[in-house]
């Protein structure tokens, strides 16, 4: 047999072997792409999440830790003694705490409120397509990119009692931050001007993701401008008014910058949220334990209030 034909059979002889190779080699960057294709998203964020749990986990399990010990600016960074939740009974057991609270939690419903009641009616209104619209947007959003700290300076001189511009309008010496009963009142006013915007630009967004199908076809039905937007688009929007409820009450239950800014807590505590409680607490007093007790406190009534939109909606949510 010639040595060309000797070649052939052996080549023939492994090519089974080669294939079946090629084939297992195959097989197995086949199950190695289906299991990065599989898990991408785990990987992909896990980076991120590790960051954040460095960030934000270590001090939240400190702070966690450090509201049940008994430890003072005095001592070591692991010193005092264990207190169990005695730091929780004598904050809510506290006169000037509870008021906080519960300041904190009628502010934050009223914030709200007011915020997605005249963010969906200015949603509403720059859905009409009307001469000098798109100033009319650009200029809405003016008051949600200020820096809150800066916003809260122009509105305290804005209400001096002696050159503030607004007294100047009503022709009147009020002094709106000094009286316990307008210092709420100012506070909220600044912060509901704030972010609207935002409340309004969230919903205007979903508001023109909607199909219009179902309003021509209500309204080819006969039913009213209001009916159409209380049975079609209403109900459209609940998945956006959710978000922005959501967003808008864990933001303005811990607002602090304006209302340092503007009050500092005054006068006599009208004004003194939960925030600043906390931070009055913490850094005035330098008592790290029962601070960290109000912010649990804190977070976990956040949660609450959270929660409390999310069963409503569940429960009255359409079949």
Request: with cysteine.
């Amino acid at each position: 047999m010639s040595e060309t034909a000797l070649q052939m059979t052996s080549d023939a002889a492994r090519s089974p072997h080669i294939d079946v190779t090629t084939q297992r080699t195959s097989s197995r960057r086949s199950r190695l792409a289906d299991v990065l294709d599989r898990y991408f998203h785990i990987t992909a964020v896990a980076p991120t999440v590790i960051i954040m749990l460095l960030v934000f986990g270590a001090p939240l399990l400190f702070s966690f830790y450090l509201s049940f010990r008994g430890w003072t600016a005095t001592r070591s960074l692991y010193g005092g003694g264990l207190v169990g939740i005695e730091n929780y009974r004598l904050l809510l057991t506290e006169p000037a705490f509870v008021a906080s609270l519960v300041l904190t939690v009628i502010y934050t419903i009223a914030v709200v409120a007011s915020e997605m009641l005249l963010g969906l009616a200015v949603a509403t209104l720059l859905m009409k397509d009307v001469p000098l619209m798109r100033l009319a947007r650009s200029l809405l959003i003016m008051p949600m990119m200020m820096t809150p700290i800066v916003a809260a300076l122009c509105w305290k001189l804005l209400l001096d009692p002696e050159y503030g511009f607004v007294n100047f309008l009503i022709g009147s010496k009020i002094v709106w931050l000094g009286n316990t009963t307008l210092a709420p009142f100012s506070v909220a006013l600044v912060n509901v001007w704030q972010n609207t915007p935002y409340v309004a630009i969230l919903l205007l967004a979903a508001l023109r993701s909607l199909p219009t199908e179902p309003r021509e076809a209500a309204q080819i039905d006969g039913a009213s401008r209001w009916q159409v937007f209380r049975h079609v688009t209403l109900p459209a929007l609940r998945p956006a008014i959710l978000v922005a409820l959501l967003l808008r009450t864990i933001f303005e239950f811990r607002s602090f910058d304006n209302v340092y800014v503007m009050t500092g807590g005054g006068p006599a505590g009208s004004t003194n949220l939960l925030s600043i409680y906390t931070y009055a607490l913490t850094f005035g007093q330098f008592d790290f334990t029962m601070g960290a007790a109000a912010s649990w406190i804190m977070l976990v009534t956040c949660l609450a209030l959270c929660a409390l939109p999310i069963l409503v909606f569940r429960l009255t949510e359409p079949r």
